[in-house]
Protein backbone atom coordinates (compact mmCIF):
# COMPACT_ATOMS: atom_id res chain seq x y z
CA UNK A 1 0.00 0.00 0.00
CA UNK A 2 2.71 2.32 1.17
CA UNK A 3 4.42 1.45 -2.85
CA UNK A 4 0.97 2.93 -3.66
CA UNK A 5 0.72 6.13 -2.32
CA UNK A 6 4.13 6.85 -3.52
CA UNK A 7 3.24 5.78 -6.90
CA UNK A 8 0.11 8.31 -6.29
CA UNK A 9 1.94 10.78 -5.14
CA UNK A 10 4.83 10.86 -7.33
CA UNK A 11 2.38 10.85 -10.43
CA UNK A 12 0.51 13.89 -8.66
CA UNK A 13 3.60 15.55 -7.95
CA UNK A 14 5.02 14.85 -11.94
CA UNK A 15 1.58 16.27 -12.73
CA UNK A 16 1.91 19.45 -11.03
CA UNK A 17 5.32 20.39 -12.15
CA UNK A 18 4.02 19.84 -15.05
CA UNK A 19 1.23 22.11 -14.92
CA UNK A 20 3.65 25.07 -13.36
CA UNK A 21 5.78 24.74 -16.35
CA UNK A 22 3.43 26.54 -18.34
CA UNK A 23 0.17 27.00 -20.75
CA UNK A 24 1.76 25.15 -23.41
CA UNK A 25 2.07 21.83 -21.62
CA UNK A 26 -0.65 19.48 -21.73
CA UNK A 27 -2.21 17.40 -19.29
CA UNK A 28 -5.45 15.48 -20.46
CA UNK A 29 -7.37 13.68 -18.07
CA UNK A 30 -10.12 10.57 -19.11
CA UNK A 31 -12.32 8.27 -17.25
CA UNK A 32 -13.52 5.41 -17.96
CA UNK A 33 -16.04 3.25 -16.28
CA UNK A 34 -17.12 -0.37 -17.47
CA UNK A 35 -19.50 -3.11 -17.07
CA UNK A 36 -18.34 -6.83 -17.72
CA UNK A 37 -20.11 -10.21 -17.64
CA UNK A 38 -17.23 -12.50 -17.46
CA UNK A 39 -18.66 -16.74 -17.62
CA UNK A 40 -14.98 -18.13 -15.42
CA UNK A 41 -13.69 -15.97 -13.20
CA UNK A 42 -11.77 -18.62 -11.63
CA UNK A 43 -10.93 -20.16 -15.57
CA UNK A 44 -11.59 -23.34 -13.96
CA UNK A 45 -12.20 -26.15 -16.88
CA UNK A 46 -15.53 -27.29 -15.31
CA UNK A 47 -17.60 -26.01 -12.41
CA UNK A 48 -17.40 -22.45 -13.76
CA UNK A 49 -17.79 -19.52 -11.61
CA UNK A 50 -19.82 -16.23 -13.61
CA UNK A 51 -19.62 -12.64 -12.01
CA UNK A 52 -20.64 -9.30 -12.98
CA UNK A 53 -16.92 -7.28 -12.78
CA UNK A 54 -17.79 -3.15 -12.25
CA UNK A 55 -14.41 -1.18 -13.35
CA UNK A 56 -13.51 2.19 -12.87
CA UNK A 57 -10.35 3.41 -14.39
CA UNK A 58 -8.90 7.80 -13.84
CA UNK A 59 -6.62 8.10 -16.59
CA UNK A 60 -3.96 11.08 -15.97
CA UNK A 61 -1.82 11.89 -19.50
CA UNK A 62 0.93 14.84 -19.33
CA UNK A 63 2.46 15.84 -22.28
CA UNK A 64 5.89 18.28 -21.88
CA UNK A 65 6.65 19.38 -25.68
CA UNK A 66 9.79 21.61 -26.12
CA UNK A 67 11.98 21.82 -29.39
CA UNK A 68 14.89 19.29 -28.05
CA UNK A 69 12.62 17.48 -25.13
CA UNK A 70 9.65 15.62 -24.72
CA UNK A 71 8.74 13.98 -21.69
CA UNK A 72 5.25 11.89 -21.41
CA UNK A 73 3.56 10.76 -18.55
CA UNK A 74 0.73 8.33 -17.94
CA UNK A 75 -0.70 6.56 -15.03
CA UNK A 76 -3.98 4.76 -14.72
CA UNK A 77 -5.58 2.98 -11.87
CA UNK A 78 -8.33 0.75 -11.90
CA UNK A 79 -10.85 0.33 -9.39
CA UNK A 80 -12.61 -3.30 -9.68
CA UNK A 81 -15.30 -4.73 -8.02
CA UNK A 82 -16.57 -8.02 -8.18
CA UNK A 83 -20.60 -8.56 -7.51
CA UNK A 84 -20.03 -12.82 -6.94
CA UNK A 85 -20.36 -13.40 -3.12
CA UNK A 86 -18.37 -16.42 -3.79
CA UNK A 87 -15.25 -14.68 -4.65
CA UNK A 88 -13.00 -14.15 -1.59
CA UNK A 89 -11.57 -10.71 -2.42
CA UNK A 90 -13.84 -8.59 -4.49
CA UNK A 91 -12.52 -4.91 -4.39
CA UNK A 92 -8.76 -5.17 -5.92
CA UNK A 93 -6.68 -1.55 -7.31
CA UNK A 94 -4.15 -2.20 -9.71
CA UNK A 95 -1.76 0.43 -11.00
CA UNK A 96 -0.21 1.10 -14.32
CA UNK A 97 1.98 4.06 -14.79
CA UNK A 98 4.35 5.03 -18.17
CA UNK A 99 7.11 7.08 -18.36
CA UNK A 100 8.64 8.70 -21.63
CA UNK A 101 11.84 11.44 -21.83
CA UNK A 102 13.06 11.70 -25.39
CA UNK A 103 16.10 13.93 -25.41
CA UNK A 104 18.06 15.27 -28.97
CA UNK A 105 21.45 16.48 -27.59
CA UNK A 106 22.56 17.44 -31.21
CA UNK A 107 21.83 16.94 -34.95
CA UNK A 108 23.08 12.80 -34.52
CA UNK A 109 22.77 12.27 -31.09
CA UNK A 110 19.61 11.27 -29.46
CA UNK A 111 18.71 9.40 -26.22
CA UNK A 112 15.16 8.12 -25.33
CA UNK A 113 14.18 6.50 -22.00
CA UNK A 114 10.55 4.71 -21.21
CA UNK A 115 9.81 4.00 -18.20
CA UNK A 116 6.87 0.98 -17.60
CA UNK A 117 5.39 -0.26 -13.78
CA UNK A 118 2.53 -2.30 -13.06
CA UNK A 119 1.37 -3.19 -10.11
CA UNK A 120 -1.48 -6.01 -10.05
CA UNK A 121 -3.62 -7.50 -7.52
CA UNK A 122 -4.61 -11.16 -8.29
CA UNK A 123 -5.50 -12.50 -4.90
CA UNK A 124 -5.74 -16.23 -4.08
CA UNK A 125 -8.60 -17.86 -5.54
CA UNK A 126 -10.67 -20.93 -4.05
CA UNK A 127 -13.13 -23.17 -5.39
CA UNK A 128 -16.51 -23.88 -3.59
CA UNK A 129 -14.49 -26.46 -1.53
CA UNK A 130 -11.90 -24.48 -0.75
CA UNK A 131 -9.55 -25.75 -2.86
CA UNK A 132 -6.40 -23.88 -3.99
CA UNK A 133 -7.05 -22.80 -7.99
CA UNK A 134 -4.39 -20.48 -7.81
CA UNK A 135 -2.44 -18.57 -5.13
CA UNK A 136 -2.22 -15.22 -4.78
CA UNK A 137 -0.57 -14.08 -7.63
CA UNK A 138 -0.16 -10.06 -6.98
CA UNK A 139 2.71 -8.40 -8.02
CA UNK A 140 4.97 -5.76 -9.33
CA UNK A 141 6.33 -5.37 -12.58
CA UNK A 142 8.92 -2.79 -13.86
CA UNK A 143 10.80 -1.90 -16.93
CA UNK A 144 13.26 0.39 -17.62
CA UNK A 145 14.88 1.24 -21.38
CA UNK A 146 17.30 3.69 -21.98
CA UNK A 147 18.19 3.67 -25.45
CA UNK A 148 21.22 6.41 -27.48
CA UNK A 149 20.81 6.58 -31.21
CA UNK A 150 23.60 7.99 -33.00
CA UNK A 151 23.02 9.12 -36.70
CA UNK A 152 26.99 8.01 -38.06
CA UNK A 153 26.07 9.62 -41.45
CA UNK A 154 22.43 10.22 -43.21
CA UNK A 155 21.53 6.99 -43.88
CA UNK A 156 23.70 5.03 -41.45
CA UNK A 157 22.18 4.49 -37.43
CA UNK A 158 23.41 3.03 -34.52
CA UNK A 159 21.03 2.72 -31.59
CA UNK A 160 23.04 1.03 -27.88
CA UNK A 161 20.65 0.00 -25.81
CA UNK A 162 20.08 -1.04 -21.95
CA UNK A 163 17.03 -2.82 -20.00
CA UNK A 164 16.46 -3.73 -16.45
CA UNK A 165 13.39 -5.51 -16.17
CA UNK A 166 11.94 -6.62 -12.66
CA UNK A 167 9.13 -8.74 -11.51
CA UNK A 168 8.40 -9.02 -7.85
CA UNK A 169 5.64 -11.78 -6.68
CA UNK A 170 3.98 -10.46 -2.76
CA UNK A 171 3.35 -14.46 -2.09
CA UNK A 172 6.44 -15.62 -0.27
CA UNK A 173 6.17 -19.16 -1.82
CA UNK A 174 5.63 -17.98 -5.59
CA UNK A 175 8.39 -15.13 -4.81
CA UNK A 176 11.13 -18.02 -3.87
CA UNK A 177 10.84 -19.42 -7.57
CA UNK A 178 9.58 -16.76 -9.65
CA UNK A 179 10.82 -13.41 -8.58
CA UNK A 180 13.74 -12.66 -11.27
CA UNK A 181 15.09 -9.60 -12.83
CA UNK A 182 16.79 -9.59 -16.59
CA UNK A 183 19.21 -7.06 -16.97
CA UNK A 184 20.39 -6.83 -21.32
CA UNK A 185 22.25 -4.34 -23.50
CA UNK A 186 22.42 -4.47 -26.84
CA UNK A 187 23.12 -2.33 -30.40
CA UNK A 188 21.65 -2.00 -33.56
CA UNK A 189 22.91 -0.69 -36.69
CA UNK A 190 20.57 0.30 -39.22
CA UNK A 191 21.33 0.98 -42.90
CA UNK A 192 18.94 2.79 -45.25
CA UNK A 193 19.27 1.06 -48.57
CA UNK A 194 16.57 3.24 -50.19
CA UNK A 195 13.78 5.17 -49.81
CA UNK A 196 11.92 1.92 -49.25
CA UNK A 197 14.44 -0.37 -47.72
CA UNK A 198 16.38 -0.23 -44.06
CA UNK A 199 18.48 -3.12 -43.41
CA UNK A 200 19.60 -4.04 -39.61
CA UNK A 201 22.27 -6.09 -37.71
CA UNK A 202 22.02 -6.16 -34.18
CA UNK A 203 23.69 -7.91 -30.59
CA UNK A 204 21.95 -8.69 -27.59
CA UNK A 205 22.93 -9.59 -24.01
CA UNK A 206 20.22 -10.51 -21.51
CA UNK A 207 21.10 -12.06 -17.83
CA UNK A 208 18.09 -13.06 -16.29
CA UNK A 209 18.84 -13.72 -12.42
CA UNK A 210 16.51 -15.54 -10.03
CA UNK A 211 17.26 -14.08 -6.43
CA UNK A 212 16.09 -17.22 -4.50
CA UNK A 213 16.16 -19.82 -7.42
CA UNK A 214 19.27 -19.77 -9.23
CA UNK A 215 18.66 -22.97 -10.67
CA UNK A 216 16.48 -20.99 -13.25
CA UNK A 217 18.95 -17.94 -14.13
CA UNK A 218 20.41 -17.65 -17.37
CA UNK A 219 22.10 -15.62 -19.81
CA UNK A 220 21.52 -15.39 -23.12
CA UNK A 221 23.05 -13.74 -26.38
CA UNK A 222 21.66 -12.95 -29.83
CA UNK A 223 22.86 -11.76 -33.00
CA UNK A 224 20.26 -10.84 -35.85
CA UNK A 225 19.67 -8.89 -38.98
CA UNK A 226 16.58 -7.14 -39.96
CA UNK A 227 14.96 -5.56 -43.06
CA UNK A 228 11.98 -2.61 -42.95
CA UNK A 229 10.59 -2.66 -45.99
CA UNK A 230 7.95 -0.48 -47.66
CA UNK A 231 6.28 -2.14 -50.62
CA UNK A 232 4.10 0.89 -51.01
CA UNK A 233 2.59 4.13 -49.75
CA UNK A 234 0.05 1.88 -47.90
CA UNK A 235 2.29 -1.70 -47.01
CA UNK A 236 4.65 -1.73 -43.93
CA UNK A 237 6.42 -5.22 -43.61
CA UNK A 238 9.32 -6.13 -41.08
CA UNK A 239 11.28 -9.24 -40.88
CA UNK A 240 14.12 -9.70 -38.35
CA UNK A 241 15.73 -13.20 -37.67
CA UNK A 242 18.89 -14.96 -35.89
CA UNK A 243 20.01 -17.08 -33.50
CA UNK A 244 19.78 -16.86 -29.88
CA UNK A 245 22.32 -18.94 -27.41
CA UNK A 246 21.12 -19.73 -24.00
CA UNK A 247 23.18 -21.03 -21.05
CA UNK A 248 21.95 -21.46 -17.66
CA UNK A 249 23.61 -21.61 -14.25
CA UNK A 250 22.97 -24.51 -13.22
CA UNK A 251 24.76 -27.45 -15.00
CA UNK A 252 21.61 -30.03 -14.11
CA UNK A 253 19.90 -27.91 -16.82
CA UNK A 254 20.16 -28.03 -20.56
CA UNK A 255 21.30 -24.88 -22.60
CA UNK A 256 19.91 -24.17 -25.31
CA UNK A 257 20.71 -22.59 -28.89
CA UNK A 258 17.85 -22.19 -30.94
CA UNK A 259 16.85 -19.42 -34.18
CA UNK A 260 14.77 -16.69 -33.52
CA UNK A 261 12.37 -14.45 -35.91
CA UNK A 262 9.79 -11.96 -35.79
CA UNK A 263 7.71 -10.43 -38.47
CA UNK A 264 4.99 -7.71 -38.64
CA UNK A 265 2.59 -6.49 -41.55
CA UNK A 266 0.39 -2.89 -41.36
CA UNK A 267 -1.81 -2.40 -44.33
CA UNK A 268 -3.77 0.43 -44.81
CA UNK A 269 -6.48 -0.67 -47.59
CA UNK A 270 -8.16 2.71 -47.37
CA UNK A 271 -8.69 5.63 -45.19
CA UNK A 272 -11.20 3.81 -42.90
CA UNK A 273 -9.70 0.19 -42.80
CA UNK A 274 -6.28 -0.81 -41.24
CA UNK A 275 -4.74 -4.33 -40.95
CA UNK A 276 -1.86 -5.57 -38.61
CA UNK A 277 -0.31 -8.92 -38.64
CA UNK A 278 2.58 -10.46 -37.39
CA UNK A 279 4.37 -13.28 -35.49
CA UNK A 280 7.45 -14.39 -33.87
CA UNK A 281 9.42 -18.00 -33.00
CA UNK A 282 12.22 -17.62 -30.14
CA UNK A 283 13.21 -18.91 -26.67
CA UNK A 284 11.24 -17.59 -23.58
CA UNK A 285 11.10 -16.77 -19.75
CA UNK A 286 8.62 -19.98 -19.17
CA UNK A 287 5.28 -18.83 -17.97
CA UNK A 288 4.52 -22.36 -16.09
CA UNK A 289 6.71 -23.05 -12.85
CA UNK A 290 9.12 -25.94 -12.66
CA UNK A 291 10.32 -24.90 -16.13
CA UNK A 292 13.41 -22.30 -16.82
CA UNK A 293 12.46 -22.10 -19.90
CA UNK A 294 10.10 -22.07 -23.08
CA UNK A 295 10.24 -22.19 -27.03
CA UNK A 296 7.15 -19.65 -28.04
CA UNK A 297 5.49 -19.23 -31.23
CA UNK A 298 3.26 -16.71 -31.47
CA UNK A 299 0.68 -14.82 -33.97
CA UNK A 300 -1.56 -12.03 -34.45
CA UNK A 301 -4.08 -10.15 -36.58
CA UNK A 302 -6.02 -7.09 -35.61
CA UNK A 303 -8.00 -4.96 -37.74
CA UNK A 304 -9.32 -1.21 -37.52
CA UNK A 305 -12.83 -0.34 -39.17
CA UNK A 306 -14.58 3.38 -39.47
CA UNK A 307 -18.04 2.25 -40.24
CA UNK A 308 -18.79 6.03 -40.36
CA UNK A 309 -17.94 9.07 -38.71
CA UNK A 310 -18.98 7.89 -34.70
CA UNK A 311 -18.85 4.36 -35.03
CA UNK A 312 -15.23 2.12 -35.28
CA UNK A 313 -15.08 -1.66 -34.71
CA UNK A 314 -12.18 -3.04 -33.80
CA UNK A 315 -11.07 -6.82 -33.25
CA UNK A 316 -8.48 -8.83 -32.55
CA UNK A 317 -7.05 -12.39 -33.08
CA UNK A 318 -3.77 -14.30 -31.34
CA UNK A 319 -2.03 -17.72 -30.46
CA UNK A 320 0.55 -18.00 -27.93
CA UNK A 321 1.99 -21.62 -28.56
CA UNK A 322 4.71 -22.35 -25.77
CA UNK A 323 6.66 -25.81 -25.98
CA UNK A 324 8.41 -27.17 -22.71
CA UNK A 325 11.13 -29.50 -22.53
CA UNK A 326 11.46 -31.80 -19.95
CA UNK A 327 15.24 -31.48 -19.48
CA UNK A 328 14.86 -28.01 -18.71
CA UNK A 329 13.32 -28.72 -15.65
CA UNK A 330 13.67 -25.97 -12.98
CA UNK A 331 13.03 -27.30 -9.32
CA UNK A 332 15.79 -25.60 -6.37
CA UNK A 333 17.95 -28.19 -5.34
CA UNK A 334 15.86 -30.81 -6.51
CA UNK A 335 17.62 -34.57 -7.64
CA UNK A 336 16.75 -34.84 -11.38
CA UNK A 337 16.20 -38.48 -13.32
CA UNK A 338 15.97 -38.56 -16.58
CA UNK A 339 13.49 -41.36 -18.33
CA UNK A 340 11.78 -41.59 -21.33
CA UNK A 341 10.57 -38.11 -22.49
CA UNK A 342 9.70 -37.40 -18.70
CA UNK A 343 11.65 -35.88 -15.71
CA UNK A 344 10.99 -37.26 -11.84
CA UNK A 345 11.80 -34.45 -10.04
CA UNK A 346 11.92 -35.30 -6.24
CA UNK A 347 8.40 -37.35 -7.19
CA UNK A 348 7.59 -34.41 -9.34
CA UNK A 349 6.87 -35.69 -12.75
CA UNK A 350 7.69 -33.09 -15.25
CA UNK A 351 7.44 -33.88 -18.83
CA UNK A 352 7.98 -32.77 -22.58
CA UNK A 353 4.62 -30.73 -23.89
CA UNK A 354 2.79 -27.87 -24.92
CA UNK A 355 0.91 -25.24 -24.03
CA UNK A 356 -1.29 -22.79 -26.14
CA UNK A 357 -3.51 -20.18 -25.61
CA UNK A 358 -6.30 -18.99 -27.82
CA UNK A 359 -7.62 -15.40 -27.95
CA UNK A 360 -10.08 -13.16 -29.40
CA UNK A 361 -11.62 -10.28 -29.12
CA UNK A 362 -13.88 -7.51 -30.62
CA UNK A 363 -14.87 -3.85 -29.90
CA UNK A 364 -17.66 -1.76 -30.93
CA UNK A 365 -16.45 2.01 -30.48
CA UNK A 366 -19.51 4.70 -30.40
CA UNK A 367 -18.98 8.50 -30.46
CA UNK A 368 -21.34 10.43 -28.55
CA UNK A 369 -19.96 14.10 -29.29
CA UNK A 370 -15.82 15.28 -29.01
CA UNK A 371 -15.55 14.06 -25.49
CA UNK A 372 -18.01 10.97 -24.77
CA UNK A 373 -17.42 7.53 -26.24
CA UNK A 374 -19.51 4.09 -25.76
CA UNK A 375 -18.24 0.57 -26.59
CA UNK A 376 -19.10 -2.77 -26.49
CA UNK A 377 -16.66 -5.28 -26.23
CA UNK A 378 -16.26 -9.06 -26.49
CA UNK A 379 -13.56 -11.48 -25.59
CA UNK A 380 -12.53 -15.05 -26.13
CA UNK A 381 -10.09 -16.88 -24.57
CA UNK A 382 -9.11 -20.45 -24.72
CA UNK A 383 -6.05 -22.77 -23.28
CA UNK A 384 -4.88 -25.83 -24.26
CA UNK A 385 -2.21 -27.44 -22.55
CA UNK A 386 -0.42 -30.79 -21.46
CA UNK A 387 0.80 -28.82 -18.41
CA UNK A 388 -2.38 -27.20 -17.09
CA UNK A 389 -5.93 -27.36 -16.90
CA UNK A 390 -7.70 -26.03 -20.14
CA UNK A 391 -10.14 -23.77 -19.83
CA UNK A 392 -12.27 -21.67 -21.91
CA UNK A 393 -13.38 -17.80 -20.64
CA UNK A 394 -16.31 -15.66 -22.54
CA UNK A 395 -16.73 -11.81 -21.33
CA UNK A 396 -18.91 -9.16 -22.49
CA UNK A 397 -18.43 -5.93 -21.70
CA UNK A 398 -19.87 -2.06 -22.18
CA UNK A 399 -17.77 0.73 -21.00
CA UNK A 400 -18.56 4.65 -21.26
CA UNK A 401 -15.40 6.66 -21.94
CA UNK A 402 -14.89 10.58 -21.42
CA UNK A 403 -12.11 12.72 -22.45
CA UNK A 404 -11.88 16.29 -20.12
CA UNK B 1 27.77 -8.39 -16.24
CA UNK B 2 31.32 -7.75 -17.52
CA UNK B 3 30.00 -7.33 -21.03
CA UNK B 4 27.52 -4.90 -19.52
CA UNK B 5 30.13 -2.86 -18.63
CA UNK B 6 31.74 -3.43 -22.12
CA UNK B 7 29.17 -2.13 -23.68
CA UNK B 8 28.59 0.58 -21.63
CA UNK B 9 32.17 1.94 -21.85
CA UNK B 10 31.92 1.38 -26.33
CA UNK B 11 29.15 3.52 -25.94
CA UNK B 12 30.03 6.07 -23.64
CA UNK B 13 33.66 6.20 -26.61
CA UNK B 14 31.40 6.64 -29.35
CA UNK B 15 29.54 9.06 -28.20
CA UNK B 16 32.87 11.46 -27.45
CA UNK B 17 34.07 10.50 -30.95
CA UNK B 18 30.39 11.69 -32.34
CA UNK B 19 30.18 14.67 -30.31
CA UNK B 20 33.77 15.47 -31.18
CA UNK B 21 32.93 15.24 -34.79
CA UNK B 22 29.21 17.35 -34.75
CA UNK B 23 31.33 20.34 -32.87
CA UNK B 24 33.33 21.03 -36.19
CA UNK B 25 30.36 20.54 -38.34
CA UNK B 26 27.90 23.47 -38.87
CA UNK B 27 24.70 23.01 -37.75
CA UNK B 28 22.65 21.86 -40.96
CA UNK B 29 19.09 23.40 -41.87
CA UNK B 30 17.06 21.64 -44.11
CA UNK B 31 13.18 20.63 -44.57
CA UNK B 32 11.01 19.04 -42.20
CA UNK B 33 11.29 15.45 -43.41
CA UNK B 34 8.27 12.98 -43.34
CA UNK B 35 9.93 10.66 -40.17
CA UNK B 36 10.56 13.97 -38.68
CA UNK B 37 6.71 15.17 -38.26
CA UNK B 38 5.40 11.10 -37.73
CA UNK B 39 7.74 11.40 -34.35
CA UNK B 40 6.05 14.98 -33.35
CA UNK B 41 2.86 13.42 -34.15
CA UNK B 42 3.41 10.00 -31.95
CA UNK B 43 4.55 12.71 -29.13
CA UNK B 44 1.74 14.67 -29.33
CA UNK B 45 -0.64 12.06 -29.35
CA UNK B 46 0.71 10.14 -26.37
CA UNK B 47 1.98 7.21 -28.42
CA UNK B 48 5.51 6.84 -27.55
CA UNK B 49 4.42 4.58 -24.67
CA UNK B 50 3.49 2.07 -27.57
CA UNK B 51 6.88 2.09 -28.72
CA UNK B 52 9.91 -0.68 -28.62
CA UNK B 53 12.87 1.66 -26.63
CA UNK B 54 15.14 1.91 -29.84
CA UNK B 55 12.11 2.39 -32.73
CA UNK B 56 12.74 2.26 -36.45
CA UNK B 57 11.44 4.83 -38.76
CA UNK B 58 9.33 1.68 -39.46
CA UNK B 59 7.94 1.60 -36.27
CA UNK B 60 6.66 5.45 -36.07
CA UNK B 61 4.94 4.20 -39.32
CA UNK B 62 3.46 1.47 -38.75
CA UNK B 63 2.16 2.95 -35.50
CA UNK B 64 0.55 5.77 -36.88
CA UNK B 65 -0.72 3.97 -39.83
CA UNK B 66 -2.38 1.32 -37.04
CA UNK B 67 -4.71 4.65 -35.69
CA UNK B 68 -4.85 5.43 -38.96
CA UNK B 69 -2.99 8.78 -39.49
CA UNK B 70 -1.09 8.45 -42.78
CA UNK B 71 -0.26 10.76 -46.39
CA UNK B 72 -2.42 10.31 -49.15
CA UNK B 73 0.39 8.64 -50.89
CA UNK B 74 1.69 7.05 -47.34
CA UNK B 75 4.86 7.59 -45.49
CA UNK B 76 8.31 8.07 -47.04
CA UNK B 77 11.02 8.87 -44.13
CA UNK B 78 13.28 11.28 -45.85
CA UNK B 79 10.48 13.07 -47.79
CA UNK B 80 10.01 16.69 -47.12
CA UNK B 81 6.56 17.32 -45.84
CA UNK B 82 4.35 19.49 -48.19
CA UNK B 83 1.20 21.31 -47.02
CA UNK B 84 -1.17 19.03 -48.12
CA UNK B 85 0.38 16.09 -46.27
CA UNK B 86 0.75 18.41 -43.03
CA UNK B 87 -3.27 19.24 -42.92
CA UNK B 88 -4.33 15.70 -43.94
CA UNK B 89 -1.95 13.75 -41.03
CA UNK B 90 -3.14 16.38 -38.58
CA UNK B 91 -6.83 16.26 -39.58
CA UNK B 92 -6.52 12.61 -39.18
CA UNK B 93 -4.47 12.61 -35.83
CA UNK B 94 -7.02 14.71 -34.61
CA UNK B 95 -9.93 12.22 -35.63
CA UNK B 96 -11.64 14.20 -37.44
CA UNK B 97 -11.20 12.87 -41.28
CA UNK B 98 -14.30 11.72 -42.02
CA UNK B 99 -15.73 15.59 -41.33
CA UNK B 100 -13.51 16.77 -44.38
CA UNK B 101 -15.86 17.85 -47.34
CA UNK B 102 -14.05 16.87 -50.42
CA UNK B 103 -10.86 14.20 -49.08
CA UNK B 104 -9.97 12.88 -52.39
CA UNK B 105 -8.94 16.78 -52.86
CA UNK B 106 -6.15 17.94 -51.00
CA UNK B 107 -7.53 21.36 -50.66
CA UNK B 108 -10.21 20.08 -48.73
CA UNK B 109 -8.06 19.00 -45.86
CA UNK B 110 -6.40 22.92 -45.78
CA UNK B 111 -9.47 24.60 -45.81
CA UNK B 112 -11.17 22.23 -43.27
CA UNK B 113 -8.33 22.92 -40.46
CA UNK B 114 -8.36 26.79 -41.70
CA UNK B 115 -12.16 26.64 -41.21
CA UNK B 116 -11.89 25.47 -37.79
CA UNK B 117 -9.13 28.31 -37.26
CA UNK B 118 -6.28 26.63 -36.86
CA UNK B 119 -3.20 28.08 -39.00
CA UNK B 120 -0.94 25.72 -40.80
CA UNK B 121 1.69 28.34 -41.64
CA UNK B 122 4.38 26.44 -39.60
CA UNK B 123 4.75 22.55 -38.28
CA UNK B 124 4.51 24.26 -34.92
CA UNK B 125 1.00 26.24 -35.36
CA UNK B 126 -0.44 22.97 -37.50
CA UNK B 127 0.27 20.58 -34.39
CA UNK B 128 -0.53 22.98 -31.87
CA UNK B 129 -4.42 21.60 -31.24
CA UNK B 130 -3.22 17.73 -31.45
CA UNK B 131 -4.31 16.03 -28.11
CA UNK B 132 -3.38 12.51 -26.80
CA UNK B 133 -5.68 10.15 -29.24
CA UNK B 134 -8.70 8.58 -26.83
CA UNK B 135 -8.77 5.33 -28.46
CA UNK B 136 -5.08 4.53 -29.13
CA UNK B 137 -4.31 1.04 -30.53
CA UNK B 138 -0.81 -0.54 -30.40
CA UNK B 139 0.56 -2.40 -33.19
CA UNK B 140 0.95 -5.77 -31.39
CA UNK B 141 -0.38 -7.28 -28.27
CA UNK B 142 2.22 -9.31 -26.61
CA UNK B 143 4.42 -8.09 -24.01
CA UNK B 144 7.63 -8.30 -23.05
CA UNK B 145 8.90 -10.44 -21.14
CA UNK B 146 11.76 -11.88 -22.15
CA UNK B 147 11.72 -10.40 -25.60
CA UNK B 148 14.74 -9.38 -27.27
CA UNK B 149 15.21 -5.96 -26.81
CA UNK B 150 14.97 -4.41 -29.92
CA UNK B 151 11.65 -5.20 -30.76
CA UNK B 152 10.38 -5.27 -27.33
CA UNK B 153 6.93 -3.15 -26.86
CA UNK B 154 5.96 -1.89 -23.69
CA UNK B 155 4.36 -4.52 -20.99
CA UNK B 156 0.74 -4.56 -19.60
CA UNK B 157 -2.57 -4.30 -21.46
CA UNK B 158 -1.17 -2.60 -24.21
CA UNK B 159 -4.20 -0.79 -25.75
CA UNK B 160 -4.77 -3.14 -29.14
CA UNK B 161 -8.86 -1.72 -29.99
CA UNK B 162 -10.10 -4.77 -28.97
CA UNK B 163 -8.92 -5.91 -25.10
CA UNK B 164 -7.16 -9.25 -24.53
CA UNK B 165 -8.07 -11.07 -21.24
CA UNK B 166 -4.88 -11.36 -19.49
CA UNK B 167 -4.27 -15.51 -18.72
CA UNK B 168 -2.72 -16.00 -15.40
CA UNK B 169 0.63 -17.52 -15.54
CA UNK B 170 0.16 -21.41 -13.96
CA UNK B 171 2.35 -21.51 -10.53
CA UNK B 172 0.55 -24.82 -9.16
CA UNK B 173 2.94 -27.82 -8.61
CA UNK B 174 2.71 -30.66 -11.83
CA UNK B 175 1.05 -33.20 -10.50
CA UNK B 176 2.81 -36.36 -9.49
CA UNK B 177 0.96 -38.26 -12.04
CA UNK B 178 0.67 -37.23 -15.36
CA UNK B 179 -2.93 -36.36 -16.04
CA UNK B 180 -2.64 -36.22 -20.20
CA UNK B 181 -0.80 -37.81 -23.15
CA UNK B 182 2.47 -36.44 -23.73
CA UNK B 183 2.60 -34.68 -26.71
CA UNK B 184 5.73 -32.84 -26.87
CA UNK B 185 8.58 -33.88 -28.44
CA UNK B 186 12.05 -33.40 -27.20
CA UNK B 187 14.00 -31.06 -29.58
Do not use: C, H, W
Given at each position: MNKSILIAAGVVLGGGFAWGLGSDNLITVNNSISLQWNDNYYQAPTNKTATAVITEQPEILVNINRENTYLGVHYRPSFVWY????????EVVNHELDGNWNQTLSSRITFSIAETLRRGIQPEMLDRNNA?????QSYFENTLNGTMGIQLRESTRLDFSGRYYYMHYDDEAIATNSNYSIASAGLALRQELTQATTVSGSFNYDQAA??????RSATTKSVGLGVDHSFGPRLLSSLSGGYQFKGFTSSAISGQNSPYGNFSLTYL???RLRLTAGGGYSLWEA???????QERLTGFASLGYDISARLSFFASGGITHGKYRADQAAIPGAVVIEGANQTSVTGVTVMDGTDSIYQFSARLSYQINRHNWVDLGYGYTTVKSDLRPDFDQNTYDVSWRVSF | MKIISAVVAVVMGAVTLCSAATTNTPPQTAQVTQIELAKLIVELAH?????????SDADYFALLMANNIAPEKGWVADQPVSRYDLARVCVLALK???????????QSWIDYLVDKG????TIGLATKPLQPLAVPVGPTMFS???????RVVPSG????GALMQPVREYFKPLSS???????GARI
Open positions: SNPAIQRRLIFPDYPQANVFDPDITNYAS | LSRLLPPNPQGSSVQSPENPYRIDNRGQLMPDVQYTATSSNK
